[in-house]
């Protein structure tokens, strides 16, 4: 083996196998050998690379040449690092940053104190600077100290660090200095909220000094926030009274909007939510109520959309849509009762409810998002509205579909319907009353099927619809009156092929065209039937219909009601030919005068049998019309128009004018009586109070026995349509006496059911 020397301390020894020869050579291995004697730093080593070091961080805090390369020192410090010299170099090192930060305190402290606010801010936004930027030279020549020692040893700082905690503790903490510093910062900021112009930078620099040394959270923030508070509340008060509700409300989104601006620009982002909290706090919240009773109502009433939604905005952002919706659903139910309490706008009610909901629906998609809250505020006040008044509501309701029904696609498309009866229906949705629409829809269909006045696929568009809403059993009835009206089609049919067969008819009536409804009485409403005796050639018609009908249908009966026919005559007047489409009853009357030439009031009523009543209405119809057929002979030649009386006599208007061929005269047929509406509610009434006792009845079935109070309390909550205390009392005592109830003999608020 052969051992080749390498330097003091090392030795290599070689292998025959070292050299990868061919396995003949001798093998190498490498010895190591310690240092005889360890080498010796220098003389002062420590002592005069700390003051170099030293030296150079005061000529940096100084801002003068650094003697030294930095690549010098940087090495002086990883030379004191691995010699075990780190201690006492970090101490030293700390000393004089401190120092140092101590001389800038005193330093600022004394400018600051006499400057302005932005001048003060600017000098501590220099001081800091170039602090930070000494900072950075200082940590660039102790890194390796950094990156080892003070890395490796629990509970120091890093160099970074250290300045900065250094820079709170004695330059922004310090007294006289930090007081100052935040006044500054504040009012700066209070300036620019007031709109003068400032240098927002410098207020940026000075937030994020804070930020870096930790100190804008835990003392700048709470500060700002309670200046913000101040600020705000007293803008609040001093605007709030000098501009109207919609001028607030914009104040306050552009403030908003500046404070959200204010943060992107020199604010930090975690202060935006307790900033804005804040503005809202003092611009809105302080004044909700006052705002909504000072300027909603007008909002809503001049259609302020854009300021309704800004409202909105604002008081869903403080969760005050609550006060917001309880303002609505107010406006709501006092506009409403406004038109159904008002009973001069009866015949308007409908058209201004469907008017006011269409105002509102329109607040609702532009002004407030369609927000459920408020699309339920507004089911909830219309059916306030709507059965404020008992029973009329439904009643027009009924009438305003009647309307335009009659009126047919004169109005309008079949589109445009579709979508008025869509707001129609949602107008009975909201009702209790639905059984009184039903009545007088069921009425005023009778009108206009049995006289041709609509549409009947519209009717049976209508009638589709309520079918969906309410069920089978509520259009039950009025579907059998189109199946009525169906079947009565195919029986004419029938009666004119057995006519024509058997040609039994007279050569007076072959030319006459007659048409009869066969109704089944349950599903029609109960008319008013008024005696009259018909002119021959009608009756003779209405006979020999009969007979066909009770010959082709044996066991049925047949009873005719003429307050619904009408009729065309031909008419031959002085200068020309007319046919009049009149009704049954004036039909009666004007017959009479192809055999005489005048006629008293008291005659036509002798011949025609029709009472006072209705005598005078149809009289008048026929005399004081605009095209009227008959005049009222007066004690001159000119015709007298004014109410008729039992002393009138009449004739034949022989001058007669107009261009029309056919008159119509019998439009009196589709008005609704007196007696019609009186009789409607009654079987209304009478069709609740056997809803009522049947709901008596089923309920104290299940209970058998009750208190009074407890009992109406269970048919309140069973039945849906408007109920009367004194109303429940009279059907409670009518089951007594039909003995499906029995009074408790020793208390007679107490119930027992009889089985």
Not at 457 to 483: H, I, N, P, Q, Y
Not at 519 to 535: E, G, M
Request: with cysteine; glycine share 4%; proline share 3%.
């Amino acid at each position: 083996m052969k051992t080749t020397k390498l330097s003091p301390g090392l030795s290599r020894t070689q292998s025959p196998m070292s050299n990868g020869g061919n396995g003949n050579s001798p093998q190498r291995k490498i010895t190591f050998k310690g240092f005889k004697v360890r080498p010796a730093l220098p003389e002062k080593f420590e002592e005069q690379t700390a003051v170099k070091l030293l030296n150079a961080v005061t000529a940096i805090h100084e801002c003068r040449p650094v003697q030294d390369s930095f690549q010098d020192l940087y090495k002086g410090v990883e030379e004191m690092c691995i010699h075990k010299f780190a201690p006492s170099l970090h101490a030293k090192l700390k000393n004089l940053c401190e120092q140092h930060a101590l001389a800038l305190g005193e330093q600022l402290s004394k400018q600051i104190q006499t400057n302005s606010a932005q001048e003060a801010l600017s000098c501590v936004n220099s001081v800091w600077e170039d602090y930070c930027k000494q900072m950075r030279l200082v940590r660039q020549i102790f890194l390796y100290l950094d990156r080892t020692f003070v890395l490796q040893t629990a509970g120091l700082l890093s160099l970074w660090d250290l300045g900065l905690r250094l820079f709170r503790d004695r330059v922004v903490c310090a007294d006289q200095i930090y007081a100052r510093l935040l006044s500054c910062l504040l009012a700066v900021i209070l300036n620019d909220r007031s709109g003068e112009a400032v240098d927002r930078s410098l207020i940026a620099s000075a937030t994020r000094m804070l930020h870096d040394v930790a100190v804008y959270e835990s003392h700048f923030e709470p500060a700002f926030r309670q200046a913000t508070h101040d600020f705000y509340r007293e803008a609040g008060k001093e605007y709030f009274q000098s501009l109207d509700v919609a001028d607030y409300l914009k104040y306050c989104e552009d403030k908003l909007a500046d404070e959200g601006e204010r943060v992107l620009h020199y604010l930090f982002p975690s202060t935006r939510k307790p900033l804005l909290a804040a503005v809202q706090q003092e611009l809105l919240e302080a004044h909700i109520a006052a705002i909504v009773a000072k300027g909603f109502e007008s909002l809503m009433d001049h259609d302020r959309l854009q300021d309704l939604d800004r409202m909105f905005r604002l008081f869903a952002a403080v969760n005050a849509t609550k006060e917001l919706k309880q303002a609505f659903a107010v406006y709501i139910k006092n506009a409403g009762r406004q038109i159904v309490s008002d009973t001069k706008r009866d015949d308007s009610m409908i058209a201004d409810l469907l008017a006011l909901k269409a105002r509102i629906d329109v607040v609702i998609e532009r002004a407030f998002a369609r927000n459920v809250q408020f699309v339920d505020t507004v089911k909830e006040s219309f059916e306030v509205v709507i059965n404020e008044r008992p029973n009329k509501p439904a009643e027009m309701l009924a009438k305003y579909v009647d309307m335009h029904l009659r009126s047919g696609t004169k109005g309008g498309s079949e589109e445009e319907f579709e979508q008025l009866l869509d707001r129609v229906l949602t107008l009975f949705r909201y009702s209790q009353e639905k059984d009184v629409f039903k009545a007088f829809h069921k009425t005023h269909l009778s009108r206009r099927l049995l006289l041709g006045k609509s549409s009947l696929d519209m009717e049976k568009a209508v009638v589709s619809r309520l079918k969906s809403e309410c069920g089978t059993s509520f259009t039950s009835e009025l579907e059998g009156m189109f199946k009525d009206i169906d079947l009565s089609k195919d029986i004419m049919e029938a009666y004119k092929a057995d006519t024509q067969q058997k040609h039994n008819l007279g050569p007076a009536l072959m030319g006459v065209d007659l048409t009869v409804f066969v109704l089944t009485q349950s599903f029609w409403p109960h008319a008013i039937a008024l005696d009259v005796r018909l002119p021959t050639e009608i009756a003779e018609l209405q006979q020999h219909f009969k007979t066909f009908y009770l010959n082709k249908y044996s066991g049925r009966k047949l009873q005719f009601n003429c307050a619904m026919g009408s009729c065309v005559l031909k008419a031959h007047f002085l200068k020309a030919r007319k046919e009049l489409s009149v009704s049954h009853f004036q039909a009666s009357i004007l017959m009479l005068f192809n055999t005489s030439d005048q006629l008293g009031f008291k005659e036509i009523s002798e011949l025609t049998g029709l009472e006072e009543k209705e005598l005078k209405k149809t009289l008048a119809t026929l005399a004081n019309g605009k095209v009227a057929p008959l005049q009222k002979v007066g004690s001159g030649e000119a015709p007298v128009k004014a109410d008729i009386t039992v002393t009138d006599s009449f004739a034949v208007n022989s001058k007669l004018m107009t261009k029309l061929f056919r008159i119509k005269i019998n439009a009196v047929q589709m008005q609704e009586t007196t007696e019609e509406n009186t009789k409607t509610k009654e079987s209304v009434f009478n069709d609740r109070q056997y809803l009522v006792d049947a709901a008596i009845v089923r309920i104290m079935k299940t209970r058998k026995t009750l208190q009074h109070a407890q009992l109406i309390a269970e048919i309140f909550k069973q039945l849906n349509f408007p109920l009367n205390p004194n109303d429940l009392k009279k059907r409670i005592e009518s089951l007594i006496e039909r003995e499906y109830l029995e009074r408790d003999a020793s208390n007679a608020q107490v119930y027992h059911y009889l089985s």
